[in-house]
């Protein structure tokens, strides 16, 4: 990467104390682990609409497609107030460059999904999403997002990250002209990564590239663009990655000894049972395409999407 990837975060994770009742939510893994390699851009929503630190508790009440803001003690609605707010700064985040955002799970303002809504009845629906974070999910619709609590999920995690380091290569391939040329090289190194997450994506995009020369460069990368963050929005699977396993053999049928092709087959066998992680075929596929010298899957991303040090497909 020639600059770290910028992602919008919930402040609070970070270990500011900002939170209503003056505290944090710190996360050791967003903060230390993947702050190694993203630069955040932190939003309290509370405190930047001008709410003091300490501050009274607030929660969701009323219809959970369209919930009031209200402080739980004095009920003082604070919705339109939020919401104004809201609506200014996504407005200044599109100057930020995100490749994504971490939200804060339950909150009233950043929670993405399943936020406490309080009916009529005065009992809680688990239904509702933080005004916030509906206005940043609105106005960003294909950005990948998360919240630190699905990010204990592996499987979460690793889409996640995969998904923001994927955008910000793609941004990369952006600086300078627009040319069909860049958008192959682009393409073709990401190929197998797109079939892991969606074959009918892959399947259009192989496409519209081979079909680009008849377009604007400008329709055609912004309709490249909309393609590549719908299918990184899509998890991938462990039948998914098989296919793309199984596919990555077909490349070293002519070097392949029969002991290493039986090996391999039992690695993919493996993995697919879940009795070892995708890491382990991964691992082997890298071995061999160093040792022949394989020329076209030693340019795709899916063996190498994300530093080897943040130990992702260790677990998935």
Sequence with gaps: MEERIRL??????????????????????????????VEFVPVCPEVECGLGVPREAMRLEGDPESPRLVTVRTKVDLTDRMLAWARQRVRELEKEDLCGF???????????????????????????????AQAFKTHFPLLPVEDEGRLHDPRLRENFIESIFALKRWREALNGKK???????FHTANKLLLLSHSQQHYRYMGKLVAE?????????????EV???????????????????????????????????????????????????????ITLFNHYVRKYQEPYLSQQTYLNPHPTALKLRNHV
């Design 179 to 185: 040319t069909i040329g860049r958008l192959v090289l």
């Design 102 to 132: 971490i939200f804060k799970s339950k909150s009233p303002s950043s929670g993405m999904e399943r936020v406490k809504v309080y009916t009529e009845s005065g009992m809680p629906v688990m239904r509702g999403v933080g005004l916030f």
């Design 8 to 37: 919008g975060v919930s402040q609070c994770l970070m270990g500011d104390s900002v939170r209503f009742d003056g505290g944090h939510k710190l996360d050791h893994f967003i903060r230390d682990t993947l702050g190694a390699y």
């Design 212 to 224: 680009g020369k008849g377009l604007p460069s400008a329709d055609l990368y912004r309709r490249y």
């Design 227 to 281: 393609q590549l963050l719908e299918a990184l929005g899509l998890k991938p699977s462990v039948k998914k990655h098989v296919n793309v396993l199984q596919h990555m053999m077909g490349y070293f049928k002519k070097v392949l000894s029969s002991d290493e092709k039986q090996e391999l087959l039992e690695v993919i066998s493996s993995y697919y049972q879940g009795l070892t992680p995708l890491i382990v075929p």
